[in-house]
């Protein structure tokens, strides 16, 4: 080939590249790894807590895995970033609440707990060992179990002793007082004889 | 190797069941203060312009290889409230030589009494209004024979100058002796675990930086009523010949500050413990912080002691003074 043939040939193909379009292919490719490595990102975040929700994201993940398109995958990546995160945070909550009614419920129970035992030594001259319930405990379904298998035992140990005034010794012990009415003013009376012949000062209020 | 992982892994959960159990009887005595003759509260009196000193001692015990010299001395710092002030210390001090045929034991017990001796001296030429003492008041909290010219002299010291005692490590049940005779179940329970898991129950509706009291225990009633704890035998042994009256309270500056035990023979003065109380320190007021450094004996001061006694033993002076 000629040299000129050769300056005419490199002319003729300088004419046919559109420099526009190749800009703009290269800003796509740009574009379409900058998403990827969000995307990297953002699966790195939600690692673990896919874990947490994997039953809610098996969708989703199913289409990652069978996607190659960079720009269709990282649209998905942001659905299952996004639905991961409501999942977690709703199943964090759920969490969060459960255990705040199981710390709730370990506080009744010790309370109750304090009151049986205050019962044994302030009504019955009675030293008992109680075991008080842990919240920070790593199974609180078990210990809440435990505290209420101790509170039945208790109660029924209480309830030979006192008999059948026991509920309303109970709610006189937890509030301090009692209201007395035409329907338990036989039991009251009965309450009172129990708690005076037991050396304890009762103390009447009229409340009108 | 793996039994004795199952033997102490055995013994915790069984301190931790102890412990779980305790928790329990203390929220109990807790829940029941206002029921009880002693009460729990804030302090919150103020006091008028005022002088007050602390008197501490300290002794050193330095073995000679055929006898011992022991060395004491008692100091006094004495501050004017409101004011700052600086008055210098008194300090006294004295050396006696023990044969160490007697033992370890007697040696150390002989310079507890001669330490004890001096700060009694201090106290007794001691003016001002208020005056702590470290340790308590019936101190050593132990009687025996030789004991007995000792205790008669202190017992009238301490009834005349009225000081209050403010006692950093306390052991004897007191308080455990006051609720197991109200029917609490407290046995295998250490005084100061007792009290102060007790004030920490107590303080939960207490502002942190309150100051609170949990008292008073009437000696007389502790050792006039019901069984005896064994640790308590030798203390009443001690009480009764010091034949004076004795009230204990436990205080706490505020919630980061140890509890100590303040005995007194009249039921007065915790308000000014509170105003002379810096936080945090176990010796409780900056007076007594201040002559408890001054009465420690460092290992120089004690070894020059010992230099110029066997110096002036062997007769030569002059090669002691040479050493200036």
């Given at each position: 080939m000629m040299l000129n043939e050769l300056v005419n040939l490199v002319a003729e193909k300088r004419k046919e590249i559109n420099k526009e379009k190749i800009e703009k292919d290269l800003r796509d490719i740009l574009n379409q790894l900058s998403a990827m490595r969000e995307s990297i990102e953002k699966l790195k975040e939600i690692k673990l807590k896919m874990i947490l929700c994997d039953e809610e994201i098996k969708e989703i993940r199913d289409d990652i895995l069978s996607t190659s398109d960079p720009t269709t995958l990282s649209k998905l990546v942001s659905v299952l970033y996004t639905k991961t995160l409501d999942c977690y945070n709703r199943k964090e909550e759920e969490r969060r609440k459960k255990l705040e009614e199981e710390r709730k419920k370990i506080e009744e129970l010790n309370k109750r707990l304090m009151l049986y035992k205050k019962i044994f030594k302030n009504v019955l001259g009675e030293n008992i060992d109680i075991y008080l319930l842990n919240d920070q405990a790593e199974d609180l379904e078990r210990e809440i179990q435990k505290g209420e298998e101790q509170l039945k035992g208790l109660y029924e140990k209480l309830k030979v002793k006192v008999g059948d005034k026991l509920d309303l010794l109970i709610q006189l012990i937890y509030s301090n007082e009692i209201e007395v009415n035409k329907e338990n003013y036989s039991e009251v009376i009965e309450l009172v004889k129990f708690l005076i012949d037991k050396g304890i000062t009762i103390s009447i209020r009229l409340s009108k | 190797m793996s039994d004795v992982i199952e033997k102490i892994k055995e013994i915790a959960l069984e301190e931790k069941e102890k412990a779980n159990k305790l928790r329990a009887d203390i929220m109990l005595i807790a829940d029941d203060i206002k029921k009880l003759d002693i009460s729990f509260e804030t302090v919150n009196g103020s006091v008028v312009e005022h002088t007050a000193c602390a008197i501490d001692g300290g002794k050193y015990e330095f073995d000679l290889g055929d006898s011992y010299l022991i060395m004491a001395k008692a100091v006094s710092v004495t501050g004017k409230y409101g004011e700052v002030k600086t008055i210098p210390p008194t300090v006294i001090r004295d050396f006696k030589i023990i044969n160490d045929y007697y033992g370890e034991d007697e040696v150390k017990k002989n310079s507890i009494s001669l330490m004890l001796s001096l700060e009694t001296s201090l106290l007794n030429n001691a003016n001002s209004d208020i005056i702590f003492i470290d340790g308590?008041?019936?101190?050593?909290p132990v009687y025996d024979e030789s004991l007995d010219e000792y205790f008669l002299i202190r017992s009238s010291i301490v009834k005349r100058k009225k000081p209050i005692g403010i006692v950093k490590r306390f052991s004897h049940r007191l308080l455990i002796k006051y609720l197991i005779g109200q029917g609490y179940e407290l046995t295998n329970v250490r005084e100061s675990y007792l009290v102060t898991m007790l004030i920490t129950e107590l303080r939960k509706n207490v502002k942190n930086k309150e100051s609170v009291f949990l008292g008073w225990i009437d000696w007389n009633k502790i050792f006039k009523e019901g069984e005896l704890l064994s640790d308590l035998n030798s203390l009443e042994k001690a009480y009764r010949k010091f034949n004076s009256p004795m009230y204990s309270a436990y205080f706490q500056l505020s919630a980061i500050s140890p509890v100590v035990r303040i005995d007194v023979i009249t039921q007065e003065g915790i308000e000014y413990v509170k105003s002379w109380g810096i936080e945090g320190e176990k010796e409780v007021t900056i007076l007594n912080k201040i002559a408890d450094s001054l009465a420690k004996f460092k290992e120089e001061e004690a070894k020059s002691y010992v230099a110029l006694f066997q110096t002036l033993r062997g007769t030569d002076l002059q090669s002691y003074l040479s050493k200036f």
């Open positions: - | 308590p008041l019936i101190d050593p």
